[in-house]
């Protein structure tokens, strides 16, 4: 793929290389990002860019992940990429409010072959968090949400993360809002104090990438 717009804020160039060479989107893929430009109209933005999904997938196996926790479905480009890269017994669970966005994602999963791989829960993520066990440790967790709930994600996450697992959250760069003071929107705000907090927190080491709109990747101690 060439530019992806979600790197509209640093050199297209760059953008438009490293998105030449990374593992390209395949029929499936390229269908559900035209579908969800045409269903979701300005919401379309919230997808992750093809590249994104790359890395995700490349993660999930460099990690050696089987439990896996997606908080932010939509249409589900994220949760394909990452389910798709599962070994054998891998599961994925995915954490939303939408019948009508994740209705896309539960076909593009089927024509994937991946549907068993992968169980939606429909409802306040921080509430499905909060019900899982704390004796099933989870390997990956992938953040991409409401912006102001981040930080309760993270800690609900990191309490049955094994030691050595990764959270990845998303949009930590918010196009470059997160360094505009005058900014003080609660979104620009929340982003803010969540990635002071990953930095200050010593139960995790973490880096913040300049990927798309910013993926910070934290790794538990």
Not at 61 to 77: D, K, M, P, Q, S
Request: glycine letters at 8%.
């Amino acid at each position: 793929m060439g530019f992806d717009p979600k790197n509209d804020w640093f050199d297209p160039a760059v953008s438009a290389y490293v998105g030449a060479h990374t593992a390209q989107p395949d029929e499936l893929q390229r269908a559900l990002i035209v579908e969800t430009a045409e269903r979701t109209g300005n919401r379309a933005g919230m997808q992750v860019s093809a590249d994104q999904g790359s890395l995700l997938a490349l993660f999930v196996g460099l990690t050696g992940a089987r439990h896996v926790v997606e908080v932010g479905t939509f249409t589900g480009y994220s949760s394909l990429a990452m389910a798709r890269a599962l070994p054998p017994g891998g599961r994925l669970l995915c954490c939303d409010v939408s019948e009508e966005w994740t209705g896309i994602a539960r076909r593009y999963w089927a024509d994937a072959g991946v549907s068993d791989r992968i169980t939606l829960r429909i409802a306040p993520a921080i509430q499905t968090l909060r019900d899982l066990p704390l004796d099933d440790p989870i390997d990956l967790a992938f953040i991409d949400a409401d912006k102001t709930g981040y930080a309760a994600y993270y800690e609900e996450i990191l309490t049955r993360m094994r030691s050595g697992g990764v959270i990845l959250v998303d949009n930590t760069l918010w196009s470059r809002r997160i360094f505009d003071d005058a900014d003080q929107t609660d979104d620009t705000v929340a982003l803010r104090a969540f990635n002071d907090m990953v930095t200050a927190d010593h139960r995790v080491e973490s880096y913040l990438l300049p990927v798309a709109d910013g993926l910070t990747v934290i790794r538990k101690r």
